[in-house]
């Protein structure tokens, strides 16, 4: 008679397991060749983090300025519908509206706020100054703050290198998860609890919950030059100091449109919410020359 030991039966059941058609498998690719595909359409991931010469800012340098405008239709912004908390105990929460925090601010005469701003081609100098605040990403009342300095922003901006500061001040317990040039989650159990996280190479980072907030939406340009701002109410961007040299200006704006939706299995309810396309384009600039740029829900151009 065969008898099997459990140990025997485990070790069996485990060698169908591992030799079956559903058994999963292991790259065996070193990281180190392993394309990384989220960076491959990311305009900031392809920079070179410092100039080809390095030098010391000397010399003549210029000014290079500009507005953006906005141009076509706006659209209907609708506020999203979401329950104050998404967590089981708390199942008769109101109903309240979210903003969508991608959707462009276009002022009365069309200025585009928020539109992230780039020189990009010409040398760096080494000693040139990062006029942006340490970057703060803060959870209150279950909604997301990016705040740059003191100042709140749509696009938070830091210098690889730096740390950006994660905390949540109110409101139920989130887990905040970083995609893109930054990869790791930080799960915010204790209010008041700061965490800074060092953000090690340049690129787009896509801020989202992984607690079924999917109204909390970010992002964050890990910039390889301090020659990078935001527009600001009348959609003017203006940069002093820069080197001679030949320079283009990039533009960027998250995408708000919206993609898709994950569901929760159970619920139903909407789990995860995938905004995009990104907007961005190259174009050349010529120093001393106000540009005037205009912008609309498929791109930009110039004017």
Same mark, same amino acid.
């Given at each position: 008679?065969?008898?099997?030991?459990?140990?025997?039966?485990?070790?069996?059941?485990? /060698?169908?397991?591992?030799?079956?058609?559903?058994?999963?498998?292991?790259?065996?690719?070193?990281?180190?060749?392993?394309?990384?595909?989220?960076?491959?359409? #990311?305009?900031?991931?392809?920079?070179?983090?410092?100039?080809?010469?390095?030098?010391?800012?000397?010399?003549?340098?210029?000014?290079?300025?500009? $507005?953006?405008?906005?141009?076509?239709?706006?659209?209907?912004? +609708?506020?999203?519908?979401?329950?104050?908390?998404?967590?089981?105990?708390?199942?008769?929460?109101?109903?309240?509206?979210?903003?969508?925090?991608?959707?462009? $601010?276009?002022?009365?005469?069309?200025?585009?706020?928020?539109?992230?701003?780039?020189?990009? /081609?010409?040398? *760096?100098?080494?000693?040139?100054?990062? +006029?942006?605040?340490?970057?703060?990403? %803060?959870? $209150? #009342?279950? #909604?997301?703050?990016? &705040?740059?300095?003191?100042?709140? *922003?749509? %696009? /938070?901006? %830091?210098?690889?290198?730096?740390?950006?500061? @994660?905390?949540?001040?109110?409101?139920?317990? #989130?887990?905040?998860?970083?995609?893109?040039?930054?990869?790791?989650?930080?799960?915010?159990?204790?209010?008041?609890?700061?965490? +800074?996280?060092? @953000?090690?190479?340049? /690129?787009?980072? $896509?801020?989202?919950?992984?607690?079924?907030?999917?109204?909390?939406?970010?992002?964050?340009?890990?910039?390889?030059?301090?020659?990078?701002?935001?527009?600001?109410?009348?959609?003017?961007?203006?940069?002093?100091?820069?080197?001679?040299?030949?320079?283009?200006?990039?533009?960027?704006?998250?995408?708000?449109?919206?993609?898709?939706?994950?569901?929760?299995?159970?619920?139903?309810?909407?789990?995860?919410?995938?905004?995009?396309?990104?907007?961005?384009?190259?174009?050349?600039?010529?120093?001393?020359?106000?540009?005037?740029?205009? &912008?609309?829900?498929?791109?930009?151009?110039?004017?």
């Amino acid at each position: 008679m065969l008898r099997l030991t459990y140990r025997a039966l485990w070790i069996v059941t485990l /060698g169908i397991a591992l030799t079956g058609t559903g058994c999963a498998r292991i790259d065996s690719t070193p990281a180190a060749e392993s394309p990384d595909t989220t960076l491959l359409q #990311d305009p900031f991931a392809q920079w070179p983090k410092d100039s080809a010469d390095g030098q010391p800012l000397t010399g003549a340098s210029s000014q290079i300025s500009g $507005k953006v405008t906005w141009k076509g239709p706006v659209g209907e912004r +609708k506020p999203w519908l979401a329950a104050q908390s998404s967590l089981p105990e708390k199942p008769k929460q109101p109903i309240v509206p979210r903003n969508n925090p991608f959707w462009p $601010k276009i002022g009365k005469n069309g200025e585009v706020e928020g539109v992230v701003v780039a020189l990009v /081609g010409g040398p *760096v100098p080494k000693n040139a100054p990062w +006029k942006h605040g340490p970057l703060r990403v %803060v959870v $209150k #009342d279950n #909604d997301l703050l990016l &705040m740059q300095g003191t100042k709140p *922003v749509g %696009v /938070g901006l %830091v210098l690889p290198g730096d740390p950006l500061t @994660v905390a949540r001040t109110s409101g139920d317990y #989130d887990s905040i998860k970083f995609r893109g040039a930054a990869f790791f989650t930080a799960p915010l159990v204790q209010t008041q609890l700061e965490t +800074k996280i060092p @953000v090690r190479r340049s /690129g787009v980072i $896509k801020i989202k919950s992984s607690a079924g907030h999917f109204w909390i939406q970010g992002q964050i340009i890990a910039s390889p030059t301090p020659f990078i701002a935001l527009t600001d109410e009348e959609g003017n961007f203006s940069f002093d100091g820069i080197p001679q040299g030949k320079w283009s200006i990039l533009l960027y704006h998250p995408g708000w449109l919206e993609q898709s939706f994950e569901r929760d299995g159970e619920t139903l309810e909407p789990y995860l919410l995938h905004l995009g396309p990104d907007l961005f384009t190259q174009l050349p600039q010529g120093l001393n020359a106000p540009g005037h740029f205009q &912008m609309d829900a498929t791109g930009f151009s110039s004017k």
